[in-house]
């Protein structure tokens, strides 16, 4: 079976300070993993995901992710927060193969104070 | 080139009763699939379809069920309502046989609430 725990329903950084949000996932086989993000009253959009390339993902809006496999993490981060990354930001993973459906964690609410 | 079409967009509904949600998936995707996001949690995986036929199922009860046409549109049935039927319903498009990194796109959703 898989899961994904993000640690932190809540996160609050002043803009321009490092976010950092964290994602642990379990899986009994290779997984994929994404990061999706959803503003208020919208649908999901995808940031970024790892498929077995190089562990460190960049995705878009300058956020990017790592992979490690060790320590069954795939953490997101931005250097530097701006206003408008305010969202809920969702880490999913799925199982390799086609069109496998995705298992989300529960989510975890950016705040950007200005 | 549109993407995910989801509607209505809010539905206000009766303990009891029943809902048909409509989605239309983005251009050349074929496989559909439903989540429900209940207030303050994640997206949960519904059901899949495919080729009008229901291809994957999570744990959620016969009360819901699900229609592709030839179109490749789709519709999500809920009957018997329930309170904790009350969540935003997403529809996310796909291609089948497109491996599953290719990741999926999800329409807007809609937000079914249940008094």
Known sequence: ?114 | DAGVTQSPTHLIKTRGQQVTLRCSPKSGHDTVSWYQQALGQGPQFIFQYYEEEERQRGNFPDRFSGHQFPNYSSELNVNALLLGDSALYLCASSLAGQDSNYGYTFGSGTRLTVV
């Open chain 1, 1 to 114: 079976a898989q899961s994904v725990t993000q640690l932190g329903s809540h996160v609050s950084v002043s803009e321009g300070a490092l976010v950092l949000l964290r994602c642990n996932y379990s899986s009994s086989v290779p997984p994929y993993l994404f990061w999706y993000v959803q503003y208020p009253n919208q649908g999901l959009q995808l940031l970024l995901k790892y498929t077995s390339a190089a562990t460190l993902v960049k995705g878009i809006n300058g956020f990017e992710a790592e992979f490690k496999k060790s320590e069954t993490s795939f953490h997101l981060t931005k250097p530097s927060a701006h206003m408008s990354d305010a969202a809920e930001y969702f880490c999913a993973v799925s199982k390799r193969g086609a069109t496998n459906k995705l298992i989300f964690g529960t989510g975890t609410l950016l705040a950007v104070q200005p």
